[in-house]
Nanobody, 123 residues
Framework: QVQLVESGGGSVQVGGSLRLSCVVSGLTHSSYCMGWFRQTPGKGREGVAVIDSDGSTSYADSVKGRFTISRDNAKNTLYLQMNILKPEDTAMYYC?????????????????WGQGTQVTVSS
């Protein structure tokens, strides 16, 4: 069974950094899209960043220049390095994966989801 397990969430102050990790099991091949979505109270899940199997990336405008998505295919692990964190980054962050190449920012396009890890940024 496919399983995605996030870790690395926590509480930080404005301007701080966190690195989220997501370990994927059940997908022996690395030719799939992986990414991060986040959900804030009263809102739906919005795309943060995605990375394809060839290393190409795409970011939401709100995080460009501050967040970096990467993947280690040998470890089947996805990362999100978050720098210069802001209060508006506070959300539940979800790791996602899909068998196709990255082509959509819609959460419905991603078949596999983790349980989420909470990120809280205080000022």
């Amino acid at each position: 069974q496919v399983q995605l397990v996030e870790s690395g969430g926590g509480s930080v102050q404005v301007g701080g950094s966190l690195r989220l990790s997501c370990v994927v099991s059940g997908l022996t091949h690395s030719s799939y899209c992986m990414g991060w979505f986040r959900q804030t109270p009263g809102k739906g899940r919005e795309g943060v960043a995605v990375i394809d199997s060839d290393g190409s990336t795409s970011y939401a405008d709100s995080v460009k220049g501050r967040f970096t998505i990467s993947r280690d295919n040998a470890k089947n692990t996805l990362y999100l390095q978050m720098n210069i964190l802001k209060p508006e980054d506070t959300a539940m962050y979800y790791c996602v994966a899909d068998l196709s190449h990255c082509a959509s920012s819609s959460p419905t396009a991603y078949k596999y989801w983790g349980q989420g890890t909470q990120v809280t940024v205080s000022s």
